[in-house]
């Protein structure tokens, strides 16, 4: 089982930016996507985005091209650039990475929009 690590969150203001990283530690076998969740209090987890191995994205309705999924694969790492951040963006954000041979999740990262 590969361990995932999450940088990143933190408390940012209203129309602010934050990078998320999710790390694979370790080697990974086979083709895999890197998924993004969130899961804001008192709600259930909703998906954001994903990326997988040929560099194709997709991204919640909701997020209305605020965010950007990416992936550098011989770092084993993927990003989740957020932008434009709203009070309601406050949430654990989760990665997970998704392949025929591995579904491993990180721990999460709590990302706080406020003033």
């Known amino acids: 089982q590969v361990r995932v690590v999450q940088t990143g969150g933190g408390l940012v203001q209203p129309g602010g930016s934050l990078r998320l990283s999710c790390i694979g530690d370790?080697?990974?076998?086979?083709?895999?996507?890197i998924n993004w969740y969130r899961q804001a209090p008192g709600k259930q987890r909703e998906w954001v985005a994903s990326?997988?191995?040929?560099?194709?994205?997709h991204y919640a309705d909701f997020l209305k091209g605020r965010f950007t999924i990416s992936r550098d694969d011989p770092k084993n790492t993927g990003y989740l650039e957020m932008n434009s951040l709203k009070p309601e963006d406050t949430a654990v954000y989760y990665c997970?990475?998704?392949?025929?041979?591995?579904?491993?999740w990180g721990p999460g990262t709590r990302v706080t929009v406020s003033s």
């Open positions: 370790g080697e990974i076998p086979g083709n895999y996507d």
């Open positions: 997970d990475l998704q392949g025929p041979q591995i579904r491993s």
């Open positions: 990326i997988n191995a040929r560099q194709e994205t």
